[in-house]
């Protein structure tokens, strides 16, 4: 009789791409990983007893690649921060993502090229970013297989392996994710040497957030026995009571969104996000970490009527479990953070399960339909894992608190081309010195790219820009100067307290500096004269237009720190 055919997953982390297997009748045999919590993630939900273990043992030694199981099917998903855009702006160092790559490919290789190979098919998946460091192939020499191969009287200089010339970027949406994730995969069908053609399994319609949303219950319902359908498998029942990890305040700080909502709405130079997310789209990539005050923030507006702290919430865990494609039916381990960065670093099932359907047809098995999915119904209560259920109402006493050195950098608005910041560091400083001393600054960024150029305020550059704006706007601009410096009157020159209020050590709102940009901001917005823009040269070099709310800006900001 013909065995199921079974799957091997390195770095499998949680098992989104196990899960894809399975959920297409294959048998994952094991999961490698170096991480104890995903470890147990995967073992738990795959019925398997794995140990920790480094994939970094298969590049240095052929007897460990020896005693790995013969699987038709062998799939990784190495890390993939180490090539992420976002890891010190794409410079990280690359050389441990390679190694690691190497050690899995070498295994691939000798699985695929040894007497009476099994190995039907393998896949490996990345960040898109990831193309650029893998090769398009690999000689048996490259994965450090030389003399391997020439036991096995091979050339060691022959191909052993296709790399990113056998590989697409794929869209996880387009396969049924109700999530917008490009990743690089690559990989192939042994018996047709190709990457397989997945457009038979490519869904017409794109999901939206608000299409799981609606399916689920919210997540401030009392314990409940009625019954839901899981948004992503319709043959898959639970009552509400057994969808664990979603009944809990997920509730964020005020401080908290609202930096996100300056990161996402105002940023120097990076187009606008919408703040809570627009769920008539897809959702945005879920990253590994869990963040509430970033740009790449998942921010929902909660169902608890709060204005201020809890007003918006992080989606559930369940949530973002739903919106990979991972069934209600999967249990994590580790508390909510860990919770999160295994789903955020996992491969959508969604998207492995197409693989696997491309590897049953290769082998001439039926695919299995929607209603032939067997789940791995887990028992309710599993030793030693944490069901974040509370069924309660968040408390918002404690406030998080920023590293006491945490840089800031906030701009009331952008206008021109350009932003007038008040920042806690000489920006103009080298990264080094600016790390170390907290020195109240106001500058003009000049520029909407990456590559902006800074023109420092000297302090107390405020009266020469209040002679300007008083010669230019008599009436309006002398009220302006006089009215601000009595409404700020508090702030003006206590930039000694600004550090503590943004950091979280002093609750004063008056020197709170993200306060204190939004209200200068909005009180310019309030007073600027209708004349848009005022003609000053030798202010800023080359623009000798400036919007007249970037002066009147410059000026308030300088004032507060002179
Ligand atoms: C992108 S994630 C894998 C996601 C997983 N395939 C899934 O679908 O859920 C990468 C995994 O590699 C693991 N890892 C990183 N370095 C490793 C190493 N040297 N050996 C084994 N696993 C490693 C991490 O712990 C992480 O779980």
Redesign the pocket.
């Known amino acids: 009789m013909i065995r199921t055919p079974q799957v091997i997953?390195?770095?499998?982390?949680?098992?989104?791409?196990?899960?894809g297997f399975r959920q297409q009748g294959f048998d994952v045999v094991m999961g490698?990983?170096?991480?104890p919590v995903?470890i147990k993630t995967h073992n738990l939900n795959h019925n398997l007893t794995d140990q920790v273990?480094?994939?970094?043992d298969f590049g240095s030694s052929i007897d460990e690649i020896n005693k790995l199981p013969d699987t038709e099917i062998i799939?990784?998903?190495?890390?993939?921060v180490l090539f992420s855009l976002s890891n010190k702006g794409g410079k990280a160092d690359k050389t441990l993502g390679i190694d690691?790559i190497i050690s899995f490919l070498r295994v691939v290789a000798v699985k695929k090229h040894q007497p009476a190979s099994k190995l039907v098919a393998w896949f490996m998946?990345?960040v898109p970013n990831s193309k650029k460091s893998i090769n398009p192939t690999y000689t048996f020499r490259e994965l450090k297989l030389e003399e391997w191969a020439t036991n096995h009287k091979i050339d060691p200089d022959e191909i052993a392996l296709k790399g990113s010339e056998n590989g697409n970027i794929l869209n996880t949406a387009d396969f049924g994710t109700s999530q917008k994730r490009e990743r690089f995969v690559c990989g192939e069908i042994v018996s047709t040497g190709k990457f397989p053609d997945l457009t038979a399994f490519i869904s017409k319609k794109h999901r939206s957030i608000g299409e799981i949303k609606r399916k689920m219950p919210a997540p401030n319902i009392g314990c409940s026995k009625q019954v839901y359908t899981d948004p992503n498998y319709s043959f898959l029942k639970f009552t509400a009571e057994d969808i664990t990890d979603h009944f809990y305040d997920s509730g964020i700080y005020e401080s908290q969104w609202k930096d996100a909502l300056a990161a996402k709405q105002n940023h120097p130079y990076m187009g606008k996000m919408s703040i809570p997310e627009n769920e008539d789209k897809p959702s945005r990539t879920i990253m590994a970490t869990r963040s509430a005050s970033t740009r790449e923030a998942l921010i929902y507006k909660s169902e608890y009527d709060r204005k201020g702290d809890g007003e918006y919430r992080l989606p559930t865990i369940r949530e973002i479990a739903t919106l990979m494609g991972f069934p209600y039916s999967y249990q994590f381990s580790g508390g909510e953070n860990n919770k999160w960065r295994?789903i955020g670093?996992?491969?959508c099932p969604h998207l492995?399960s197409a693989l696997a359907k491309s590897v049953r047809l290769s082998m001439r098995l039926q695919i299995i339909h929607d209603s032939e999915i067997k789940f791995n119904l887990l028992s309710k209560e599993i030793p030693d894992i944490t069901n974040l259920n509370t069924f309660s109402e968040a408390k918002f006493d404690k406030p998080p608190q920023k590293n006491p050195k945490a840089k800031f950098r906030r701009h009331p608005f952008k206008d021109g081309n350009m932003t007038v910041a008040l920042t806690n560091f000489n920006p103009k400083a080298p990264a080094s010195t600016a790390e170390k001393e907290i020195k109240w600054c106001s500058s003009v960024f000049l520029g909407a790219g990456k590559d902006f150029k800074i023109k420092s305020i000297r302090k107390s550059g405020y009266r020469r820009l209040a002679r300007l704006i008083k010669s230019q706007h008599r009436t309006q601009g002398t009220k302006f100067i006089n009215e601000f410096d009595k409404r700020f009157e508090k702030a003006i020159g206590n930039t000694h307290k600004f550090q503590d209020a943004y950091v979280g050590r002093d609750i004063s709102e008056t020197f709170e500096p993200r306060r204190l940009i939004e209200d200068i901001g909005q009180f310019i917005l309030q007073n600027e004269p209708e004349e848009k823009q005022m003609i000053i040269p030798n202010l800023i070099p080359g623009k000798e237009r400036i919007p007249t709310r970037q002066v009147f800006a410059m000026y308030a900001i300088n004032r507060i720190i002179s």
Request: charged share 20%; aromatic share 12%; net charge negative.
């Open positions: 997953d390195f770095f499998c982390g949680a098992g989104g791409f196990s899960e490698i990983d170096n991480w995903a273990k480094d994939v970094l799939v990784g998903s190495p890390p993939c690691l998946e990345n295994q670093n996992a491969v492995s």
